[in-house]
T-cell receptor
């Protein structure tokens, strides 16, 4: 079945710097890659997603890139702000996995003011 | 539009006891999922309902876990008898369809502690 690896597990950056979180997946049939942000006491919320027919997608300060050949995808947050501090999860989904969404272990991002 | 709601938000029980978690999906969402996160690890899939039918229960750990969705609306997840390793945060999510144009909407989770 699908397996998603996520790195790093913890990331600390200074306010205004960029943050990058990287994920790899194992199932080449996966074709949808969402990213979720989980704030304290809340459930994960979708912040951006990318489909396999696209290599990059941007939404204001966040961007995702996908390399299907290498089975890598990444989240980039620019000009980080304290409110970006949260746990971020990457995930993969596709027909091969019965459309189950498979998650990485999460990255705890700290943005220091 | 009301989001996915879960009850209770926290539950502390002793080993051997029974606990029932409840999830109310977004109205009109036929697909309902249960996930669990054990501290520091991935959000792990447990099972998937389409309306009242179990579409995929491959992630259920063992027969101490029983999920139901009678009538295709809210769902319950019962753990009986609870063991220490069942501790974690149980998330429920719903989606309109199973296709890739239908993201998961999560509830705030139930934090279960088994002592």
């Amino acid at each position: 079945g699908e397996n998603v690896e996520q790195h790093p597990s913890t990331l600390s950056v200074q306010e205004g710097d960029s943050a990058v979180i990287k994920c790899t997946y194992s199932d080449s049939a996966s074709n949808y890659f969402p990213w979720y942000k989980q704030e304290l006491g809340k459930g994960p919320q979708l912040i951006i997603d990318i489909r396999s027919n696209v290599g990059e997608k941007k939404d204001q300060r966040i961007a995702v890139t996908l390399n299907k050949t290498a089975k890598h995808f990444s989240l980039h947050i620019t000009e980080t702000q304290p409110e970006d501090s949260a746990v971020y999860f990457c995930a993969a989904r596709g027909r091969g996995g019965g459309f189950k969404t498979i998650f990485g272990a999460g990255t705890r991002l700290f943005v220091k003011a | 539009e009301a989001g996915v709601t879960q009850f209770p938000s926290h539950s502390v029980i002793e080993k051997g006891q029974t606990v029932t978690l409840r999830c109310d999906p977004i109205s009109g969402h036929d697909n309902l999922y249960w996930y669990r996160r054990v501290m520091g690890k991935e959000i792990k899939f447990l099972l998937h309902f389409v309306k009242e039918s179990k579409q995929d229960e491959s992630g259920m750990p063992n027969n101490r876990f029983l999920a139901e969705r009678t009538g295709g609306t809210y769902s319950t997840l019962k753990v009986q008898p609870a063991e220490l390793e069942d501790s974690g945060v149980y998330f429920c999510a719903s989606s309109q369809t199973v296709g890739n144009n239908s993201p998961l909407h999560f509830g705030n989770g139930t934090r279960l502690t088994v002592t």
